[in-house]
């Protein structure tokens, strides 16, 4: 079946959203959150210093470090690029679904939110990385990804319908849609402590103790973040299990939402006996969002097959 113009840009504004996820992990795990101290300007200028020298007079040379500069100002690049094609996403469904709330106004949301995710990253530099701005942040990331994915599969739906090679349409399983909400309302939560765990990582490695010992210093927080990892572990292999016994055609869904959580499961595991590696942090924020978004393919596929 031939891609429509929507579904392709549909699709590839969602990829792209998801990398620009995985570099803000990056920039996170790097430390380049403050690469640039100004925004929406980088050291007052719309395109970084070239070098020392060509530092304006009104910032500390101290705070110069070419490496976290061009990967914050990389990412901000990638997150204007994100903001243009989730508005040609949004022009696209006025054009060709307007009559279709689950498509027009969902995208209409994207559109909304991410331009206040631009506002937040403001914020974010302004208040020196504060730790609840920075889970903000990264919380409407999320919401973000999971609207766009909602619009992208109601388009491939749509135009399966209207083909007619949808052949089993009926009406969704309610209390698998509802199972599969909670888990992704218990997913968000877990990301949002898991978020915080970091910052008190952070802010630990700040004070002078040791990468391997900062976990240690968060306390209650880092407990609470691993119980809602197993609950979500759990949740996943209840799915899995339910659907497995009805023979349902789900499943597959249902098994990659299993794989992503025991992979995150095991990452965070080695970070905490291991060792806090940038690349380890990295992938387990990518995993999260991959799990979210595998988790909200399952709840709408739920909702009407």
């Known amino acids: ?57 009104q910032f500390d040379p101290a705070l110069f470090n070419p490496t976290l500069m061009w990967t914050e100002y990389l990412n901000r690049l990638l997150g204007v690029t994100v903001g243009f094609l989730i ?30 995710e631009g506002w937040l990253g403001g914020r974010v530099v302004a208040h020196g990385l504060t730790p609840w701005i920075v889970t903000a942040h990264l919380m409407v990331a999320l919401v973000i990804v999971q609207l766009l994915l909602y619009a992208t599969y109601a388009a491939f739906k749509k135009r399966a319908e209207a083909i007619g090679s949808d052949v089993e349409v009926t009406g969704g399983d309610k209390p698998l849609s509802l199972s599969t909400l909670a888990l992704i309302a218990l997913t968000l939560l877990q990301v949002g402590f898991g978020t915080q765990v970091r910052e008190r990582i ?18 209650w927080l880092d407990y609470l973040h691993r119980d809602l990892a197993f609950v979500v572990l759990v949740g996943a292999v209840f799915l899995t299990l339910w659907l497995w016994s009805r023979k349902s055609p ?53 909702r009407r097959r």
């Open 1 to 57: 079946m031939r891609l429509t113009s929507f579904q392709r840009l549909a699709l590839a504004t969602t990829a792209t959203t998801y990398f620009l996820i995985l570099v803000g992990g990056l920039v996170r795990a790097s430390g380049a959150g403050l690469g640039c101290p100004d925004w929406p300007r980088c050291f007052g200028g719309w395109i970084p210093p070239v070098s020392l020298a060509d530092l304006p007079p």
């Open 87 to 116: 508005l040609a996403t949004t022009i696209s469904a006025w054009r060709h679904h307007r009559r279709d709330p689950r498509i027009l106004w969902t995208t209409v949301a994207a559109f909304l939110l991410v331009g206040f």
């Open 202 to 219: 952070d802010a630990a490695r700040d004070s002078g103790i040791a990468r391997d010992l900062a976990l240690g210093t968060v306390g």
């Open 250 to 302: 789900l499943i597959g869904w249902s098994l990659v939402v299993l794989a992503l959580a025991l992979l995150q499961v095991g990452l965070g595991i080695f970070m905490a006996y291991g060792a806090l590696l940038p690349a380890a942090q990295v992938g387990h924020l990518t995993l999260a969002s991959l799990m979210l978004g595998a988790e909200t393919v399952l709840w709408l596929m739920s």
